[in-house]
């Protein structure tokens, strides 16, 4: 999702690419390079028993795959077709072309992570030229994927099943799917275990969120690989090479829906935002503020382990909490409603959610624009966590404004933490531990 704080930490809060290295990062990549030169120093020596030609096809096939990555929600990156090669060439047992004769004992794992990292690396190149990312991270997590099939298959088919029987023995499609679906799966698993690594050090998530959270956005893209792959592995030894130009059609459509269902999210975050500056420029509030709330309030959130969904709602509602101000005849100065009275608090959340309601399609986020106004106790029923959090994201950021003070930020948690009673003291503590890493992300 393009643009959203679920994306990733905002750009100034980066130093430079390196320096922002974390040692995950540093562990993915140096893995990933150890494989590449395994692989290359090996098949530079057996130059000679390479197939070339479903090494060139396959090749091509993850390097078109690479060019057409897909943006997921939440910042994600994906190369589905690059990954159904990848899987595809590491999970083939004969070489189509030569008759069904089989390839196990002389298509080693190490060639299968060769030609995928040069496919990989011929399809980023268009990225970097065009002065995009190269997308390092997501390449070498589908590269230890693509490896952890290929090193686990490879050696069962050698050592296990006698050459001479390996092509009669795939025509039964229960063998193949016995022993292919849970390879599939395998690699499945080792990206996703992976990409929530890495994005659970990003984001400073809880791992079993981000696992969860993982799963939630990539099974659908993992089934339609998965499927994809199982269909090139059983077809190859009939279609032969042919078959890599006919499944790609349906590939580049499930693709585009894909990259679609990412683009209206994108959208509509960036239609959300748009109307959460009407306030800005209106000057009912500070310039920033629905920005800055937004940010703390998605940062408290993961503090508290919720999960990304819930937390979309919460950046939403967020962003649009002080809609309701446009109602007012004289602008609260400075836009502070901390400084009101709680009737008036109250009438403007429950105005700003009346016009978000109006829109038919964000009503949970309407409820959560409602209940900001209410106590966190002695209110009945009791506000939803993610209207606690924007209350009290909302008064912080009232108080402290854009100031990097620590002095003015530690007095405002202390004037919240003295008030139990309107401002929740778990969230309270959240916000503690996200305020000293926003500060010190901006020195």
Same mark, same amino acid.
């Given at each position: 999702?393009?643009?959203?704080?679920?994306?990733?930490?905002?750009?100034?809060?980066?130093?430079?690419?390196?320096?922002?290295?974390?040692?995950?990062?540093?562990?993915?990549?140096?893995?990933?390079?150890?494989?590449?030169?395994?692989?290359?120093?090996?098949?530079?020596?057996?130059?000679?028993?390479?197939?070339?030609?479903?090494?060139?096809?396959?090749?091509?096939?993850?390097?078109?795959?690479?060019?057409?990555?897909?943006?997921?929600?939440?910042?994600?990156?994906?190369?589905?077709?690059?990954?159904?090669?990848?899987?595809?060439?590491?999970?083939? /047992?004969?070489?189509?072309?030569? @008759?069904?004769?089989?390839? =196990?004992?002389?298509?080693?794992? &190490? $060639? *299968?992570?060769? #030609? %995928?990292?040069?496919?990989?690396?011929?399809?980023?190149?268009?990225?970097?030229?065009?002065?995009?990312?190269?997308?390092?991270?997501?390449?070498?997590?589908?590269?230890?994927?693509?490896?952890?099939?290929?090193?686990?298959?490879?050696?069962?088919?050698?050592?296990?099943?006698?050459?001479?029987?390996?092509?009669?023995?795939?025509?039964?499609?229960?063998?193949?799917?016995?022993?292919?679906?849970?390879?599939?799966?395998?690699?499945?698993?080792?990206?996703?275990?992976?990409?929530?690594?890495?994005?659970?050090?990003?984001?400073?998530?809880?791992?079993?969120?981000?696992?969860?959270?993982?799963?939630?956005?990539?099974?659908?893209?993992?089934?339609?690989?998965?499927?994809?792959?199982?269909?090139?592995? /059983?077809?190859?030894?009939?279609? @032969?090479?042919?078959?890599? =130009?006919?499944?790609?059609?349906? &590939? $580049? *459509?499930?693709? #585009? %829906?894909?990259?679609?269902?990412?683009?209206?999210?994108?959208?509509?975050?960036?239609?959300?935002?748009?109307?959460?500056?009407?306030?800005?420029?209106?000057?009912?509030?500070?310039?920033?503020?629905?920005?800055?709330?937004?940010?703390?309030?998605?940062?408290?959130?993961?503090?508290?382990?919720?999960?990304?969904?819930?937390?979309?709602?919460?950046?939403?509602?967020?962003?649009?909490?002080?809609?309701?101000?446009?109602?007012?005849?004289?602008?609260?100065?400075?836009?502070?409603?901390?400084?009101?009275?709680?009737?008036?608090?109250?009438?403007?959340?429950?105005?700003?959610?009346?016009?978000?309601?109006?829109?038919?399609?964000?009503?949970?986020?309407?409820?959560?624009?409602?209940?900001?106004?209410?106590?966190?106790?002695?209110?009945?029923?009791?506000?939803?966590?993610?209207?606690?959090?924007?209350?009290?994201?909302?008064?912080?950021?009232?108080?402290?404004?854009?100031?990097?003070?620590?002095?003015?930020?530690?007095?405002?948690?202390?004037?919240?933490?003295?008030?139990?009673?309107?401002?929740?003291?778990?969230?309270?503590?959240?916000l503690s531990e996200v305020a000293g890493r926003r500060l010190a992300w901006r020195l």
């Amino acid at each position: 999702m393009a643009g959203s704080t679920l994306t990733s930490q905002r750009a100034p809060d980066r130093w430079s690419s390196w320096q922002a290295l974390d040692s995950g990062r540093l562990l993915l990549m140096s893995m990933a390079a150890m494989l590449v030169v395994a692989a290359f120093a090996t098949t530079t020596i057996e130059v000679g028993n390479i197939h070339m030609r479903p090494a060139l096809a396959f090749g091509g096939f993850i390097a078109f795959g690479e060019l057409l990555r897909l943006a997921l929600p939440g910042g994600r990156e994906a190369a589905p077709i690059a990954m159904v090669g990848g899987l595809s060439y590491a999970l083939l /047992l004969t070489l189509p072309g030569r @008759g069904g004769v089989p390839t =196990a004992q002389d298509q080693s794992a &190490l $060639l *299968v992570i060769a #030609v %995928a990292a040069v496919g990989m690396a011929v399809g980023a190149l268009p990225h970097v030229a065009a002065g995009r990312d190269a997308g390092l991270t997501g390449m070498c997590t589908r590269l230890i994927a693509i490896a952890c099939v290929a090193f686990a298959f490879r050696p069962a088919v050698t050592n296990f099943l006698m050459p001479g029987h390996v092509s009669s023995l795939f025509k039964s499609g229960y063998v193949a799917l016995g022993l292919i679906t849970p390879l599939v799966l395998l690699g499945w698993l080792v990206d996703t275990v992976i990409s929530a690594l890495i994005r659970a050090d990003d984001v400073r998530a809880r791992f079993s969120v981000a696992i969860a959270d993982e799963v939630r956005v990539q099974w659908p893209l993992g089934a339609a690989v998965g499927a994809s792959v199982l269909i090139t592995v /059983l077809g190859a030894e009939i279609m @032969g090479l042919y078959e890599l =130009a006919i499944f790609l059609g349906p &590939l $580049l *459509v499930t693709q #585009v %829906a894909f990259r679609r269902y990412a683009g209206i999210r994108a959208t509509y975050l960036q239609t959300v935002r748009s109307l959460a500056r009407v306030t800005e420029v209106a000057g009912y509030v500070e310039g920033g503020h629905s920005n800055r709330v937004s940010w703390l309030a998605v940062a408290v959130g993961r503090e508290l382990g919720m999960p990304e969904k819930e937390l979309l709602k919460v950046e939403y509602a967020a962003l649009m909490h002080d809609i309701g101000q446009l109602s007012l005849r004289d602008p609260i100065p400075g836009g502070a409603t901390v400084q009101v009275s709680p009737a008036d608090q109250a009438r403007i959340a429950e105005l700003g959610a009346d016009v978000i309601a109006d829109a038919g399609v964000l009503d949970d986020v309407a409820e959560l624009v409602r209940c900001q106004s209410w106590p966190a106790i002695g209110h009945d029923p009791a506000p939803p966590l993610g209207s606690m959090i924007i209350r009290v994201a909302n008064a912080f950021d009232d108080m402290v404004g854009a100031s990097t003070d620590r002095e003015r930020s530690q007095a405002a948690l202390q004037c919240m933490r003295a008030n139990p009673i309107e401002y929740n003291t778990r969230v309270v503590g959240a916000l503690s531990e996200v305020a000293g890493r926003r500060l010190a992300w901006r020195l």
